[in-house]
Structures are given as structure tokens and as C-alpha cells.
């Protein structure tokens, strides 16, 4: 009987522990920020390893973030080089308001990628 009841405990002990292994592995931690902007609030890097800055909103606070030699840039989904990004989001700026997501990879504070509808 006591054979029954050591089992139990193992498999009881067994059981919660894996369910709290499952639980903690089930809990998102965010690791990316996307924000959508309008293109006037957006300001592009000069160079491949400078900086964006960007406000989320006309009252809010203007972020510099740093972008890195692997952030992709994309125009409409299409990749392209960052010379060629600077170029058109320069160029459209006179025209009709434009859309920017920009994904922001909060650990290591830099910028993913960018991408610009035009």
C-alpha cells in the first residue's frame, strides 16, 4: 500500500512539474515593437550604422533608435539598398502622406527593418 502511495506523489510531483514547465514557456514575452507611422514623423538613417528617429504619435516624443548593417529596408516589399530607400523616402515627401512600419527589436535597441508604402 505504501508502494501505491509513493507512486502517487511521484507522479503527482512529476505532473505539476512538468505543467508549470509548460506554463512558463507558454508565456509571450515581447521581443519586438512595430510601429506604424505616418512618414512625416519619420526621419531615415544617413548612413548604415546611424540612427532613425521616429514619433509614434504628433504629441509624443521623438525616439532615436539605431539601425545596423542587418536592417532590411523595403519600398512597397521590395528589398532594397538603404541609398536607394534614403532616395525615395526623400522624394515623397512633397507628395500625398505615406505610411512607415518600423520594427524595433527592444533587447538590443536597434531597428529591424523598415518598410515604406509609397
Known amino acids: 500500500m ?6 502517487k506523489i511521484k507522479t503527482l ?5 512538468l505543467c508549470l514547465g509548460l506554463a512558463m514557456t507558454a508565456q509571450a514575452q515581447v521581443i519586438s515593437q512595430a510601429y506604424e507611422l ?10 548604415e550604422n546611424g540612427g532613425v528617429s521616429f514619433k509614434q504619435c504628433k ?9 545596423t548593417s542587418a536592417t532590411r529596408y523595403t519600398i512597397n516589399g521590395k528589398a532594397v539598398r538603404l541609398e536607394d530607400f534614403r532616395k ?15 520594427l524595433h527589436h527592444l533587447e538590443s535597441d536597434t531597428i529591424e527593418s523598415i518598410d515604406v508604402s509609397l
Open 38 to 47: 505616418a512618414l512625416s514623423d519619420f526621419s531615415a538613417p544617413a548612413t
Open 88 to 102: 525615395a523616402v526623400l522624394q515623397s515627401r512633397n507628395g500625398p502622406e505615406r505610411d512607415v512600419t518600423v
Open 13 to 17: 510531483l512529476t505532473t505539476t512539474l
Open 59 to 67: 504629441t509624443c516624443d521623438r525616439q532615436v533608435v539605431r539601425v
Open 2 to 7: 505504501e508502494k501505491v502511495n509513493l507512486m
